[in-house]
């Protein structure tokens, strides 16, 4: 027993030369991967968008715009929203259908209430949204900021 | 030159250049000069000198090793053409494409080409690895050249979805963002592994160029190394031969010499397929859709044809299950089958034996019919998650549906064994036939009954 815990020298060695050689693969590794990682410059669209004034999105209208990929959802109680318009399940852009009133995405035809809320799986969680923030009449949307949540509510919604 | 001059060559400069080069008298004359042309030629010495009869036969094997490697040399080939006039940025990818198909002389056979040899690989390695399978070819010494085929089927998979978005079309970009929002499901690290291979949170320019690197440098590479290394086993480890059922194990197998007997059948059927590959190429065009447009999902907005099974699975389950879980699990499975007790010497034979092929045929029988029949109760009939509103989707839509499934599966594998009596080796083959069957089944119905928003239609 007392043998066997004995370490002798050429253990130690092949042990050190072992850990040196894991630690080399360890570091070329984070090299390869700090390298490939995606740059600082997230948001391409991850700015404040100011998209006009309260009386121009009458109640229960839903606007869409493209450049800060966002519904900018005015319910009809006059409470606004801004919904990210990618698809919670695999990413594809969410049309509004207006004659259906609801969020239809393509893909795999999940659907979602004009708040978020899915109607229709397979999409796991109500539509990200971006913070509205509402100045003078004047509204504007923070695209820098995905918020994700597991149910929608009252807190999701702003009023003028 | 003096008459006793020991130069024994030809006399005449080219002759001498020639004899250089070709080392021995070609075509060689007998059997024994034979073997030796295929041992020290280069590319030849990966087939032995000589092979047992049988194992060439050609509905033996169907020449689908082979065939993926003549695919692999067609797609290096046309794919080195096209790097010389595509350029992988958003603004010029699908102009590249345009001018490739109208401007650049053969632009479009080449691009058919490749395209078409590419989807056809994906057919020939999977039906590559169920001949393995049904014949008990992955039996010791060769499981972990099954794993090593495994792997390259896993590569050919990622050649053909990095390969896919580099057209940057309509289908290319919204198949790509469908495919790669599947990487935001993986546990813990979903959300930076999605980032870092899209290099940002959507489908860019930065996708474009990691594609573009992946797809023709690092996956070409990493795949000729372990294609070297799985033909190398094979050489190895050796052909398993075919037997008939009455044939018994230890029977004396004739043995012919690989020149002519084995190249030249590989010559013809390379010949063939390649005949075939350039008039299909020439009629049928590769698809390209308009350009590449973030604003709007085409509806339906579809993957890869390959990838359709594991779309249908998503539209069952919740994707954590549906993407990772499942096919995980799936790969785990196919990993470990080698290792498993193969009780029955059934080495070359057809689906191990008599009862065998009844079971396998059963398997698929049940599959044929099940898979269908899931498809439509999960669509019409049962509706989990609003069955159990209590619970979270990941639950009523994932576990409750994959351990329902598992039982079922257990249930059957119990009930070949006692219906038919069939060994545990060959209720195995009856499992994974059932399986296989669903999946084919599943990539089907994706594929041909699937319309707008992903409704079930009837295509005729």
Redesign the interface.
Known sequence: MSESKKITRRDFLKIAWGAAGALALLEAGGIV?KF????AA???FGGVFTVGNVEDFPPGSVTPF?AGRFYLVRLADGGFLALYR?CT???????WDQTSGRF??????SEFEPDGMVLN??A?RPLDRFPVIIEDGVVKVDTGTIIQRDRTGPDDIVYP | MSTDSPDTRPDSLLGRVWESIKRHDLPPQDDRARMRAVMSNLLLHLHPAKVAKPAIRFNYTFGLGGLALLLLSILAGTGVLLLFVYTPSPESAYNDMLALQTEIWFGQLIRNLHHWSGNLLVVVAFLHMLRVFYTGGFRSPREFNWVIGLSLLLLVAAANFTGYLLPWDQLAY?AV??G???L?YVPVVGDWLG??V?????V?A?TLT?FYALHIAVIPLVMAGIAGFHIWRVRKDGLTVPRRLDEPPDRKIERVTTWPHLLGREIVFALIVIGLLLFWSSWVDAPLEGAAD????????KAAWYFMGL?EL??HF??VFGAIVIPGLALVALAVLPYLRFDIDAEGIWFRSRRGRGVAIFGMLVGLIATPAFVLLDEYVIDL?SLLPSLP??IS?GWVPLAAILLLLIGYYDMVRRLFGATACEARMSLFTLLLTSFVVLTLIGIFFRG????LVVPF
């Open positions: 991967l490939l990682s995606p740059k997230e948001g391409e493209n990618k399940h695999l990413g594809c852009a969410v049309p239809v995405c393509p893909c795999h035809g799986p397979p796991p | 919204w963002t469908v790669s929002s599947l935001g980032r870092l899209l290099g940002g949170p959507e860019g930065a990691n973030p604003d709007h999902s085409p509806n339906p907005a779309q998503l539209l919740h994707p998650p989707t990941i839509n707008e928003g992903m409704a």
